[in-house]
């Protein structure tokens, strides 16, 4: 049974560009959530989907990032005109159900570069 | 709002010695208590949880007790070895609104074992 795949692992962009991270949740979870890793910041909650649906947005930037999980394939996490700050490594997880006691389970992350 | 607080270490240590690494907690209503472990360049795994007040979540040696007495989660193991070097992360997620929290996540705690 694979695990939380993402891709790609490594992504650099320049000033300005756009950067979209793919997550595929383990077989038989519907439920995706991103973080994102910042140098000496530990790791922050930033949107949970279900499949079509956002259900929680409130760790996500206002600006320039977007979130998505369609019927049919991976979810996405789409950074637009990336800036420095937005250097981290982004991780998703998966779990088959809502429920705060279910385990979410980590995929290897992205780490993205942004020069 | 929800937050865990932990020791951030780096926490250095023998082989062989005892490990206590303190996590505590603050979050309304009942939430469940994760330890989940990262290894260098890795994903994080889930290393053990509880969901109830007085659970004890053991795995591989590690213990970890829920007290909601003195809302705290340290997580324990007799006698570490090499291998148990890496990057330990103490985790709630509650509920708000209309359901289940994003993971809240401590900042960390870097643990070396030197042999």
């Known amino acids: 049974n694979a695990g939380v795949m993402q891709n790609p692992r490594h992504l650099v962009r320049r000033r300005g560009q756009e950067a979209r991270l793919r997550c595929s949740p383990m077989?038989?979870?519907?439920?995706v959530y991103w973080y994102r890793q910042l140098p000496e910041e530990g790791l922050k909650f930033m949107v949970y989907?279900?499949?079509?649906?956002?259900?929680?947005e409130s760790g996500m930037p206002k600006e320039r990032f977007s979130a998505e999980f369609p019927k049919e394939g991976p979810s996405i996490l789409r950074i637009q005109q990336v800036v420095r700050g937005d250097s981290a490594a982004y991780f998703c997880a998966s779990s088959p159900s809502g429920g705060a006691s279910d385990t979410q389970y980590f995929g290897p992350g992205t780490r993205l570069t942004v020069l | 709002g929800n937050s865990v607080t932990q020791m951030e270490g780096p926490v250095t240590l023998s082989e062989e010695a005892f490990l206590t690494i303190n996590c505590t907690y603050t979050?309304?209503?009942?939430?469940?208590l994760f330890w989940y472990v990262q290894y260098p360049g890795e994903g994080l795994q889930l290393l053990l949880k509880?969901?109830?007040?007085?659970d004890k979540g053991s795995n591989k040696g590690f213990e970890a007790t829920y007290r909601k007495e003195t809302t705290s989660f340290h997580l324990e193991k007799g006698s570490v070895q090499v291998s148990d070097s890496a990057v330990y992360f103490c985790?709630?997620?509650?509920?708000?609104?209309?359901?289940?929290?994003?993971?809240?996540f401590g900042k960390g705690t870097h643990l070396i074992i030197q042999p």
């Open positions: 979050a309304t209503g009942y939430p469940s």
């Open positions: 509880a969901t109830k007040a007085d």
């Open positions: 077989k038989g979870h519907s439920h």
């Open positions: 985790a709630l997620r509650g509920y708000s609104g209309g359901g289940a929290d994003g993971l809240t």
């Open positions: 989907l279900q499949k079509e649906n956002i259900i929680d």
